[in-house]
């Protein structure tokens, strides 16, 4: 069965670094892109950047360019989500979401159950 | 793209016909996808290419539309799909999603 398995629950506080994660099951990982959306509590869905693990290619988002750091480590079938100096306003559910489609026009067909991630002082 | 959907909140009762708008601030041709998402859950892919619906969704659930202007029918309402439905649009990078409508049981 494919899945994707997120890391778990993270409380932090404001200045902390950060990095979550999420592993994928039943697929070849390397061979697909993997996404990470924000949502914000009680809000909607944020693309927020995309991965191939295959190569690493990497986007984000302009709204995030910046403000994160997406990598992954495609023999461990891992993608990951990295703050370097968390805000309050980081707060949020991440999902990582598997796109689907051709030319960067991509839906989400498959995601985790999300890392619930709190930056609070 | 901005992605503007009404009404926020639809309170139904089970066996209703209920429908879904979805409103692109520029054309997306048919690369309009819904979610739905229930609570502490992830979203779920429902339809994708305007129209085409997922396996594992019954066939009450359909999308229609294209260009600017997208709906989501649920043709009789059921418990399970008390939910919150988002629609996306992926014609640009990158895709954006409308701020959902509530389904609640009215």
């Known amino acids: 069965e494919e899945q994707l398995a997120q890391s778990r629950a993270e409380v932090k506080k404001p200045g902390d670094s950060l990095m979550i994660s999420c592993q994928g099951y039943?697929?070849?990982?390397?061979?697909?892109?993997i996404a990470w959306v924000r949502q914000m509590p009680g809000k909607g869905l944020e693309w927020i950047g995309v991965?191939?693990?295959?190569?690493?290619?990497?986007r984000y988002s302009p709204s995030f360019q910046g403000q994160v750091t997406i990598s992954a480590d495609k023999s461990s079938n891992i993608a990951y989500l990295q703050w370097s100096s968390l805000k309050a306003s980081d707060s949020a559910m991440y999902f990582c979401?598997?796109?689907?489609?051709?030319?960067?026009?991509?839906?989400?067909?498959?995601w985790g159950r999300g890392t619930p991630v709190i930056v609070s002082s | 793209i901005l992605m503007t959907q009404s009404p926020a909140t639809l309170s139904v009762s089970p066996g209703e016909r209920v429908t879904l708008s979805c409103r692109a601030s520029?054309?997306?041709?048919?690369?309009l996808a819904w979610y739905q998402q229930k609570p502490g859950q992830a979203p779920r892919l429902l339809i994708y290419?305007?129209?085409a619906r997922v396996a594992g969704f019954p066939a009450r659930f359909s999308g229609s539309g294209s260009g600017t202007e997208f709906s989501l029918t649920i043709s009789s309402l059921q418990a399970e799909d008390f939910a919150v439905y988002y629609c996306?649009?992926?014609?640009?990078?990158?895709?954006?999603f409308g701020q959902g409508t509530q389904v609640e049981i009215k």
């Open positions: 979401a598997r796109p689907m489609g051709v030319e960067s026009k991509w839906y989400f067909d498959l």
């Open positions: 039943g697929y070849t990982f390397s061979s697909y892109w």
């Open positions: 991965i191939y693990p295959g190569d690493s290619d990497t």
């Open positions: 520029q054309s997306v041709s048919n690369n």
């Open positions: 290419r305007a129209s």
């Open positions: 996306q649009q992926y014609n640009n990078w990158p895709g954006t």
